[in-house]
């Protein structure tokens, strides 16, 4: 049935993000007794990448505007998955309600 | 699988600027005719953009132990076909550079081309073959989600290592260590979205059957109602 595959389905994606979690071992301090942060974006990580293959690179351009803080930067992508999960929800209600609206005219017809 | 803003040479920045331009032109003009024949796809349109927001804005962790979020084009892909999602991603794009610093405007174009032109078509293309295969539409609709977000990342690395090749070993190690920090954080992730695409369309296909059967997705009495 659908409603076993969809529950499958939400439980395997809990797995894959609670798994690496648990997988990835805090690494041990260095020398200075600083622990190197891990779970950092991968987009930072590729960023270090090019100064380290190219250390004469200088970006050349800065975003205009940069979130005051991570806690900002946290709102904002909050806000972005809230709207489209806001709109995909609506359009998921008004799809029940139409189809059980059908079904009822169609009952009615019957009758 | 955000470049970062400045982190493309010039000549480079252009280039992926030039080859997106193009997608990004056509892929409005389909867009508009489809919603100007088919009104009622409007709403339907939205989701597909929607789902792009909602997932990546998701930085889920990896087991390579760095953040990573899938790229949720697969949806609009399959179901407007592959060049609707050029315009749409140039939207969620462009907020993210705009308000996040999340990318950038010098790196748009091949963000873009990443994103919203190789991931779509991947996406396109896998599912147009596993459905010649005969391979149901769940696992179909799973594997074109999952290989569209990865060869996404890939074209991330191909275009870091163009730009910066190894002093020693050129584009070839260059493209390993880029995707050694893209590709492989990402296989986890893209199986990730192939499941919660195919969430998403058996939520579409219980209440829309026959919006997907006019799209063509599915085939008769593939879909109950």
């Known amino acids: ?111 | 699988m955000h470049i970062m803003e400045g982190f493309l040479p010039v000549e480079h920045a252009i280039g992926w600027g030039i080859a997106s331009a193009p997608f990004v032109a056509y892929g409005t003009y389909v867009v508009k005719k489809r919603i100007r024949e088919n009104p009622e796809q409007r709403m339907l349109l939205g989701v597909a953009a929607a789902f792009t927001f909602v997932l990546s804005a998701l930085k889920l962790p990896s087991v390579t132990g760095s953040c990573s979020h899938p790229t949720g084009t697969g949806l609009g892909a399959l179901l407007f076909g592959p060049i609707a999602m050029a315009p749409i991603g140039l939207v969620v794009l462009l907020f993210q550079a705009l308000l996040l610093a999340h990318g950038g405007l010098t790196t748009l174009g091949a963000n873009i081309f990443s994103m919203a032109i190789v991931g779509p078509f991947v996406a396109y293309g896998v599912f147009r073959l596993a459905r010649s295969l005969k391979l149901s539409f769940a696992v179909s609709v799973f594997l074109a989600a999952s290989l569209g977000d990865l060869m996404t990342y890939v074209t991330t690395s191909v275009q870091l290592a163009w730009a910066f090749p190894d002093p020693v070993g050129g584009f070839m190690a260059s493209f390993a260590k880029f995707a050694g920090v893209f590709a492989f954080t990402q296989i986890p992730l893209a199986i990730s979205e192939g499941l919660l695409t195919v969430l998403i369309f058996n939520a579409l296909a219980r209440f829309n059957p026959q919006e997907l059967r006019d799209m063509k997705l599915v085939r008769a009495g593939e879909v109950q109602a």
């Open chain 1, 1 to 111: 049935m659908k409603r076993t595959q969809n529950i499958m389905l939400i439980l395997a994606v809990i797995i894959l993000g609670v798994f690496p979690l648990w997988y990835v071992q805090k690494p041990a301090p260095d020398a200075n007794g600083e622990v190197a942060e891990i779970f950092a974006g991968a987009d930072d990580k590729a960023k270090n990448l090019v100064s380290e293959i190219n250390p004469d690179y200088k970006p050349w351009f800065e975003s205009i505007i940069e979130p005051a803080s991570g806690e900002i930067a946290s709102l904002l992508f909050a806000l972005q998955a809230a709207l489209g999960a806001g709109v995909i929800g609506y359009y998921l209600g008004v799809s029940v309600t139409r189809e059980k609206m059908r079904r009822e005219a169609l009952r009615k017809e019957v009758r």
